[in-house]
Structures are given as C-alpha cells and as structure tokens.
C-alpha cells in the first residue's frame, strides 16, 4: 500500500526552540526540571543556557512528504524512539525533514494491519544532525480499506 513511498522524505523546514513553548511543553508532561525553563539554572549548567525535554521534537513542523496521504483519523501512534548527539537548545533554529524508512503489513487479532516507519531529523543551521527519531505508524484494516478505496 506505502511500498512506493519507502524513501521519499519531505523539505526541510525551519523551527526554532522557543523560550515559552518549552516550558509549557515541560508542564504538559510534568516535567517540571528547572533546566527547561528557569535562566538561572540552564545560564549555570554546562550547556550555558536552557535546553529542551528529550520528546520536544514531537511539536516540530517536519513538512510534507509529497504523496503520502495519511487520513487525519484512525491512525495509531506505535512506538517511537529519539536519539541525540547533544540537547536542543532554548534560542536556536533546528531544521527538520522526515524520510519514509518502511512500510510491511501483518495479520493481527483484528485483520490485516499496516505499519509504516518514518524516520525524523533535526539539524542545525550548519548541516549537523542534532537528533533524530523513528516512529511507527499503525493502520487498522477499517483505514487501509478507506485507503484502497
């Protein structure tokens, strides 16, 4: 059904890691550290500044992959996975693009289930991926015959 779209991946698009939306990010998910949002504390750690809970990346615009057309009901949210080479900053511009990594289906309890794996990246303004994460995607056989149609 995606098979055609393994490989396809969107623009990138410019973010940026705003001050407000990380704190109301951090007490959205209780998490409550002050790293996340109070200046003294992110101006003494060892990154100079505040940075971002680890699942921030989730609110970021990842742009449109060209022909993959997902319905906005009737989807699962799979597992997902983050991986970093340091933390997102408070202040800085990430661009992020996101790629299809695979798409299989299964025969499960409640029929055939589709599975689509998208990989995520952020970087920054120079070319250097700061984090990247992988989700999956989980289409029920209600959507997938929505989709066939």
Known sequence: ???????????????AVERGAVKKFAEAIGDLHPIYFDEETGRLSRYRNNIAPPTFPRIFDYGTIEGLNLPNKGL???????????PLVVGEVVYCYSKVKNYFEKKGNFGQMGFLVLESFGE???????????????ISEAVRKVLVK
């Open 76 to 86: 699962i949210h799979g597992e997902q996975t983050f991986h970093y080479s340091r």
């Open 1 to 15: 059904m995606f098979n055609d779209q393994i490989g396809k991946q969107s623009n990138k698009v410019k973010n």
């Open 124 to 138: 920054d303004e120079a070319g250097n991926v700061i984090f990247s994460s992988t989700s999956t995607i989980v």
